[in-house]
């Protein structure tokens, strides 16, 4: 609703990465991804970026070891201990995609607040000549 | 072309709750850090050593005016979701969420990076990486091992940590 207000067309992919035409949306948003991701989204997302101009927007979450193993417990049924498969976010598997750009997040969380000021410049013209996102398993953004 | 313009200037708080920094940046993109104290680690932090005070908190990369393919995208990367969740926003007397300044404003930066190539000014804390990337190893694991986290590894941390703490 946000991005709606300021004036950008969303529209939600329901499917995995490799199930979208990059040569029709400006951009993806990767938001709190809790699912592994495949060698072939990465792939085509690289390609996509690389070789389409599709542009990343990547919103993480939480992903502490420390809290994870907190999270643990012994399940009475099957005897056994058990281990919360992901945090927040998968942050291991959102790096397998940064990587490929020589990015990584932490697995260390933190909290606190930070400072944000605004006061923009241009820093090149836009490479494309029409606005478009998406959000992975929500949106994707057509020419406005 | 490069243009440029300035508009106002004020600054907000966003809040960054329960959130990952960015352990490893590429050379020439540009990265925001959090000043000394603003972030601490969530459970004290871990065996892996003292954390810098300042954290690399947004990292933005164009993909295509680095490696001189003019149609490539950009990349932006933030570690904390709740600017765009809705469970955080107020709720207004109209019966409306609304989100903070703070919050509208990382938005609409990140929006205007990734589609327009619109950078924060260097002046509101924004770096560029010219000569070296960022790396912070302590926040790093292996790719190899992070498919699946090793719970042994762990558990001794987490028994060394408790014997730190009982001396």
Redo the contacts between chains.
Sequence with gaps: M??QK?G?VVELLRGPWTCFDANQY??LII??IEE?IATEEVNKLES???????????????????????G?FFDDNTHSQW?PVTG??N???L??L??R???????????????????????????RGH?A?LFYYMLLLLPG | ??????????????????????????KG?HV?R??AG??????G??L?GQ?SPT?V?L?L?????R?E?????????????SF?DMSTYAFTDEGKYE?SA?K??????????????????V???VEELKHD?FA?K????A?SA??T?D?SV??K??TLRNAEHSR
Aim: charged residues 15%; proline residues 2%.
């Design positions: 946000q991005l300021l950008y400006g951009s938001s709190d592994t996509d970026v690389r070789d389409l101009g599709l542009s990343l927007l990547v919103v993480a979450d939480w992903y502490d070891e420390m809290s994870l193993l907190r643990s281990f927040g976010c942050i291991p598997a790096n397998t940064l990587d750009f020589g990015m990584q997040l932490g697995v260390q969380a933190f909290s606190g607040n930070i400072e944000i000021t605004r006061n923009h410049k241009v820093f090149h013209t836009m490479s606005y996102h | 072309m490069l243009t440029s313009f300035t508009t106002c200037c004020c600054c907000c708080q966003v809040d960054f709750l329960y959130g990952n920094t960015i352990s490893s940046w590429p993109g925001l959090s000043k603003q972030l601490s680690p969530v459970n932090g871990s892996r954390f954290q908190v990292g990369y164009d993909v295509g005016q490696e393919r003019g149609v490539s995208g950009r990349i932006a990367v933030f570690g904390d979701s765009i989100s703070g509208r404003e990382l938005l609409e930066m990140l929006m205007a990076f990734v589609n327009g190539g619109i950078l924060p000014m002046q509101n804390g990337s912070d302590r926040l790093m694991r790719l992070t498919e986290v719970i762990l558990k941390e987490e």
